[in-house]
């Protein structure tokens, strides 16, 4: 009866969960002949996470070092590897699955903190957003972390002050959780601190005290695995990961972009004018429409599927998300724990660098501000508050477009040359020639793209639109030898002989101790013979 009750009551919120599954798994199975599917390509951190699941599930549970990445994805990955084997489609369509639980917690955040109504619509913007389809199909952590991100908001505000050590232990215990997904998530802990200390206002002292403690307590149990491993086996202090240094010198070195960087100069004092020049590059990047690329760009995949050119960005939750809470502020209470998870965990990105995937949490939060924005627009409008209703949608929606007007969805050269190597290994010099051709397209003056297409034309047997390459190439730099080389060899097996022989002869004259050049004089020999 209960049951029966709760789904007659939520049958909507059912009904958006299952398209959003189905949707979420179309995606992954709309992809699988996609180059990026398999995880090919080395150094990559979604090759390593498959790699190092790979040797869990094999039964190698530690290498003897500490953890370089907080482990909790590569071990659930390891488990799921041993039940179902290095599958990395089970892989993906396990992240679908739990990509669906998230959009389940929004709408369930969304009840308790607003309404039904607020919460479903926050409900189907997530599930219309295609930053979370686009990063359940790479091996990464942003669908987990999200997900545990989420539960973490979940407890603390499902937190019942009639139960306060359960609950304490519970809310400490998926906290630590969820920092062996990501360490960012304890910027969260002072929050857990004050957040039961008020909830448990008007009770005595040492239950407040006990409760705070117990918390801190299972949080630091749950992490405890993880930190006593890299002490042991690793032979190294680390709470979680010992990568933290290493990620404080990408976002904080002179050389820093703000984004992932490889610096190669020193970091930036911490009490300088240059560090706060970073901070403030960082803070624009982080609030910037472009969704900063790291193992892959979410542009790049666009050209290949139309989910990812949804127009849900960003910008728009980012936007409205602000006006959230700008109206919701007389609720600041009850609102406490997701006012400071944006805050804190938006400066957690801040303080080392920020990439798209490192965002990704964020945006559950800020679309159900949007939805809680969206509903008290409308309901003003209803009730003929026209002036109030049209200014909430307004303002925010004239702070989106001028986001998006800021963003260039750049695609920086290296994703289409790690396209370019992953059809290489595949031998598939079609769609080889499909990336280059759609890199020049963007990169016009990228003359070694031009020449690699001129040089994988040729392999392909298209021999006449190589040499229309390498003549493009020859009219844009000049006479190098290599380029007349190839030229003028394409130029002979298209039986354009006498232009092929001026151009091997000029290569001749400039290279002439070049190491084929007996074979080139042998080909020239042989052509004016025929």
């Known amino acids: 009866m209960i049951w029966s009750t709760f789904l007659k009551n939520h049958r909507w919120a059912f009904a958006v969960l299952a398209v959003s599954f189905v949707v979420k798994v179309g995606f992954v199975l709309s992809m699988r002949d996609h180059a990026l599917f398999e995880p090919l390509l080395p150094g990559y951190d979604m090759t390593a996470f498959h790699e190092w699941a790979r040797r869990i599930a094999a039964g190698q549970l530690t290498d003897g070092r500490a953890f370089y990445q907080a482990p909790l994805y590569p071990y659930l990955m390891g488990a799921l590897y041993a039940l179902a084997g290095p599958d990395v489609l089970i892989a993906k369509l396990a992240q679908a699955v739990v990509g669906t639980l998230s959009v389940g917690l929004v709408y369930l955040l969304g009840c308790r903190l607003f309404d039904r109504k607020t919460a479903l619509l926050a409900a189907v913007l997530m599930s219309l957003s295609p930053i979370f389809p686009f990063y359940e199909i790479f091996l990464l952590r942003a669908t987990l972390v999200t997900f545990l991100n989420l539960t973490v908001l979940l407890v603390f505000i499902y937190f019942n002050p009639g139960r306060p050590l359960a609950w304490a232990a519970a809310s400490g215990a998926v906290l630590g959780i969820a920092a062996l997904g990501r360490a960012n998530i304890l910027i969260m802990l002072p929050v857990g601190v004050v957040w039961i200390w008020r909830l448990l206002e008007g009770r005595i002292r040492l239950i407040r005290f ?8 299972f949080t630091f149990l749950a992490i405890s695995p993880a930190s006593l491993h890299n002490i042991l086996a690793g032979k190294q202090w680390a709470l979680v990961s010992t990568n933290m240094k290493e990620n404080w010198a990408v976002g904080n070195s002179y050389d820093s972009t703000g984004g992932f960087w490889n610096p190669t100069r020193d970091t930036v004092p911490l009490l300088s004018k240059d560090f706060l020049r970073l901070q403030w590059v960082k803070l624009k990047k982080l609030a910037s429409d472009y969704e900063e690329p790291n193992n892959v760009n979410f542009y790049h995949l666009g050209l290949d599927n139309l989910l990812s050119r949804l127009p849900f960005s960003w910008a728009y939750f980012l936007a409205f998300g602000l006006a959230g809470i700008v109206l919701t502020w007389g609720r600041r209470r009850q609102l406490f724990p997701l006012y400071w998870y944006l805050l804190l965990y938006g400066a957690s990105l801040v303080a080392f660098f920020v990439t798209s995937r490192f965002r990704v949490p964020l945006w559950p939060v800020l679309i159900l501000f949007s ?16 002036l109030r209703g049209a200014a909430a949608l307004f303002i925010p929606a004239l702070l989106a477009i001028a986001l998006v007007a800021k963003n260039d969805r750049l695609i920086q050269p290296q994703y289409f040359d790690n396209m370019v190597l992953i059809h290489e290994k595949l031998d598939d010099n079609k769609s080889a020639i499909n990336e280059l051709a759609e890199q020049l397209l963007l990169y016009p003056s990228a003359h070694d793209v031009r020449l690699k297409l001129a040089h994988y034309l040729q392999k392909e047997g298209r021999k006449e639109e190589a040499l229309q390459n390498l003549d493009e190439l020859l009219r ?10 190839l030229a003028g060899l394409i130029d002979l097996e298209l039986g354009n002989r006498e232009r092929g022989q001026i151009r091997l002869r000029r290569y001749l004259e400039l290279s002439p101790q070049a190491a084929d050049s007996s074979e080139i004089e042998r080909i020239l020999s042989g052509s004016g013979s025929r």
């Not at 409760?211 to 307590?217: D, K, N, T």
């Not at 939805?371 to 026209?386: D, G, I, P, T, V």
């Not at 844009?476 to 080389?485: A, I, S």
């Open 371 to 386: 939805s809680a924005a969206f509903c008290w627009a409308f309901e003003r409008l209803f009730n003929k508050e026209y």
């Open 210 to 217: 006990r409760a705070v403690a117990v918390f801190v307590l």
């Open 476 to 485: 844009l730099v000049g006479e190098q030898p290599n380029l007349l080389r």
